[in-house]
């Protein structure tokens, strides 16, 4: 893997100053308020979104990152590709909101704010859709002529949402995000507050396993994708379900689905 560039896309001349990088990650956040976490007794911390391309593979990936205790930390958020840094740099803060890495900042003039709302803000998390990846794969599958369902639930009475349903043929497609869902190759825990991820990230792949057995005993197959996998990759693996389904060779004719 090529050696990534941070703050990847910039095209502005010359090198932002300090005041214009935080005003550009307030506009991106949504308000200065809203780029907080919340690091338990050591208080809020002002967070920014970082950008980073691989020179290898030209992906983009976003990263939270903030500074507490003389400690520069930072939590993969996910894979971006708007057409513009500000888009990215704006997907990147959702991401971390969905993911319930956010606190947002209290209002000096609002005395009752408590640091333990904060906190337990901050351990909400819940699923993000339409990422990069999923649009990519959905995009290729569309144009081979197949039709699905989007964030839907494979069985009504299990709470659980795939990102893409094939409901006929009972396949049920996860794009897995790499680090809440502890990829081999670029999954990482967080060496702040490491405890809590550990535990965070351990529910995750509980959840998936628990995921892959209901749906399997109830006569659905499970596709996962990591979302670093390329498009055709992922758009392969899914065909190749759907013929194995259906008794077909991989390579399934236009129109089908």
Same mark, same amino acid.
């Given at each position: 893997m090529g050696v990534?560039?941070?703050?990847?896309?910039?095209?502005?001349?010359?090198t932002p100053s300090r005041a214009e990088?935080?005003?550009?990650?307030?506009?991106?956040?949504?308000?200065?308020?809203a780029r907080f976490v919340d690091t338990g007794p050591g208080g809020l911390k002002p967070a920014g979104v970082v950008l980073v391309t691989s020179s290898a593979t030209g992906t983009t990936r976003a990263r939270l990152r903030w500074s507490s205790d003389g400690r520069t930390h930072q939590v993969p958020l996910g894979v971006v590709d708007r057409r513009t840094r500000a888009a990215n740099l704006r997907e990147g803060w959702r991401l971390a909101r969905e993911a319930g890495l956010l606190t947002e900042a209290p209002d000096v003039s609002d005395s009752s704010w408590a640091s333990s709302a904060g906190t337990r803000r901050s351990m909400?998390?819940?699923?993000?859709?339409?990422?990069g990846p999923e649009l990519r794969l959905r995009s290729l599958l569309h144009a081979s002529g197949l039709r699905y369902r989007v964030s839907a639930r494979p069985l009504p009475d299990l709470r659980r949402t795939a990102d893409?349903?094939?409901?006929k043929d009972r396949i049920a #497609?996860? !794009?897995d995000g790499?680090?809440?869902?502890?990829?081999p190759e670029h999954g990482t825990s967080p060496a702040s507050h490491s405890e809590f991820w550990a535990r965070k990230l351990n529910r995750t792949r509980e959840r998936d396993l628990e995921t892959?057995?209901?749906?399997?005993?109830?006569?659905?197959?499970? #596709?996962? !994708?990591?979302e670093h996998t390329p498009g055709e990759d992922a758009a392969k693996v899914v065909k190749e379900a759907l013929a194995t389904k259906r008794g077909q060779a991989a390579d399934l004719p236009e129109g089908q689905g």
């Open positions: 990534g560039k941070p703050d990847a896309g910039a095209k502005a001349a010359g990088r935080s005003r550009e990650q307030d506009r991106a956040a949504g308000g200065h308020r909400q998390s819940n699923k993000g859709k339409d990422t893409l349903v094939f409901p #497609v996860f !794009v790499c680090f809440w869902h502890s990829c892959n057995r209901a749906l399997k005993a109830a006569g659905w197959t499970v #596709v996962r !994708v990591w």
